[in-house]
């Protein structure tokens, strides 16, 4: 199924967890492989689909593939989240996701908030794991435009070994605001094949039709259903299906049997996504999964009594932002009663919540509402249980609250390459809702941690979202000589209040020889002709930064009076710099006559180097900070002295 809500800033919070859970809904929704029987499509219904369907080529063993995951025929969105699962024996998904062209992009710039690849990535929750691909993007104040159809994203995989692989939609989710209503949807999987069944008889694998039954096709909880994968097949000759893995999604151990029927009891009422995988004799498996809503049972008739309903039964906010749920009194077999409620939450301390009213008179046959306000203090997972009591009846419901930070960092680029002795810079944005008021200080952090890794600043250090919710620093990565090349991750770290996001930047540090600077630059800033002769006497200092290369070097000090007509210019002998030298108190003299009293003049110091004293052909100009004695390319050696009587 497809969840789809109204457009707006707080959509980034209530957004797209791939295991989103839908209390509301009672139909079950399914994901099918292309040689699969399809579910009977539902009418008006969105659809999210792999394509192509199939990609299936013996010759295959090697190189890479890609498949774009699409959207037709949706109402207005302002985000996605989708899960697919994989086979990682013949398939290796390579990061990072490609979104570039996703159908987002027609509407603003999306927000990553989740974006994961077998586990690892910059935004992943707990249900990623090796074989599992996420992302989730979200638009914070726009939306496409109905009907919407085109790309969400695009993911490459890199072939492995030999065999199938289904990509399989476990969750497909759309998003439009806050107030979430329910649309019927469809989704559709496609796989990857490269052997043949039987071996040696150059027909392609096909994956098994895979389908079950439920019955009772809604299971009360507490209630033993039958699970019957009678009805599926395989499709390649003479292949019968062997194996029926059944993840059930309650947190429990999958049941792994040869019988296709079985039983299995949900003990929480509420809503499951349950996949069987089908193995047939050779070796090829298919996925389908369906989300199967397990209400409460009732007590049967004519015994009265009553049951609670949490919608939604996920929350999803950020500290300090207050979300509700509405709590249902269900009157059964004409109940007539005052329930009360009470609260408990785990973990017990980060997460408040109150209850109006705090208790019902439900009358016979009807039900009736409370709501449930959530606020946090931190970032976590909650469970927040209500429970409703009336004489000897005790019910309860569940309320899962995910509290994410209130705002996203953002860096551009994400990949700098630094070459010793300079620096690069990649603008970190900060978005969020333009409510969220805290300060955010910045930190970074460069991996892995050595002595002669590159250097990471942050300017500003802190900042505060705009009404835009919109701000920005600027993170600079230097190297020195001494840096080590290779590849490091600078990461950047906002917290403001109690939130608290990251994000990464890979730096490359390539080697190369480093210029010589100017260590030191002196001269009279007031030339008298009586006083000194006329005599301008330059002292210079030169350093050779690179810790085992020697250079050779010549100072050339050019002067242009401020008429724009006299030049000078005057130049050194060459000197050889050995690794780490530093060269002291060189002086080259230009000589002023009485013509250029009253006249001021501009200099600027050339380094003309090279690795042999032949070839000089490379020029630096810069100057060592003499406060910081660090790399500095803003600072150059030049200067104005004025010509006196």
Known sequence: MILLVKPGLSALIVLIILSLSLPNMHTVSSSHAASSTPAQPVPGAALVAVNPSRIADLTMVSGHIVFE?????????????????????????????????????????????????????????????????????????TATLAPTSGTLFKVTLNIVGKGLSEIHMLSAVLTSGVNPDIVPSDTSDGYFTNIDCPEGSGRLCMPPITDFTIVPPGPYAGVTATFNA??????????????????????????????????????????????????DSFGISASKS?????????????????????????????????????????????????VSFSTSVSPLTGLTMSLSPPSLSLSPNKNANASLQVVASRMGLFV????????????????????????????????????????????????????????????????????NGPAASLNPTSVILNSSGFATSTLVVSADASTAPGYYLVAVTGTGGASTASEHVLVQVVARTCPPLFSELHWRHRLSITRDGGVQTFTVGLLNPNTNVTLYARVQISIIGDTGIRTLSVSSVVFQLLPGQTLSDARLAVVFNSGDI??????????????????????????????TEDFDESKQASGVFTVKP
């Open 290 to 338: 369906s989300r199967v809503s397990v209400p409460f049972q009732p007590p049967p008739p004519p015994n009265p009594d009553f049951a609670l309903v949490a919608r939604p039964d996920d929350l999803f906010t950020f500290p300090g932002g207050p979300l509700n749920s509405t709590i249902t009194g269900l009157s059964i077999n004409g109940f007539a009663g005052q």
């Open 598 to 627: 009253g006249h001021s003049f501009t200099f600027t110091g050339t380094i003309q180097w090279g690795s042999t004293p032949a070839d000089l052909s490379a020029v630096s100009t810069q100057l060592r900070d003499m406060g």
């Open 384 to 451: 927040v249980n209500v429970t409703g009591a009336s004489g000897t009846f005790v019910h309860s419901v569940a309320v899962t609250v995910h509290v994410g930070s209130a705002f996203a960092v953002l860096p551009s680029p994400t990949f700098l390459q630094v070459f010793t002795c300079s620096s690069k810079v990649s603008t970190i944005f900060l978005l969020g809702p333009g409510s969220f008021a805290e300060t955010i200080q910045l930190s970074s952090l460069v991996s892995p941690p050595v002595s």
């Open 230 to 279: 009678s009805a599926s097949l395989s499709t390649n000759p003479q292949g019968i299906i062997k194996k029926y893995s059944w993840q059930w999604g309650d947190g429990g151990p999958p049941t792994i049997t040869t019988n296709p029927v079985v039983q299995h009891m949900f003990t929480i009422a509420k809503i499951y996504t349950v996949t069987l995988i089908a193995t």
């Open 69 to 141: 995951i699409n959207v037709t025929a949706a109402p207005s969105i302002n985000g996605f989240g989708v899960v697919l699962s994989y086979n990682t024996t013949v398939l290796k998904a390579i990061a990072p996701l490609d979104y570039s062209s996703t159908v987002l992009n027609t509407a603003g710039t999306p927000i990553v908030v989740r974006n994961c690849v077998d586990g690892f990535g910059p935004s992943c929750f707990s249900q990623d794991t090796p074989g599992i691909i996420s992302l989730a993007l979200i638009l914070t104040a």
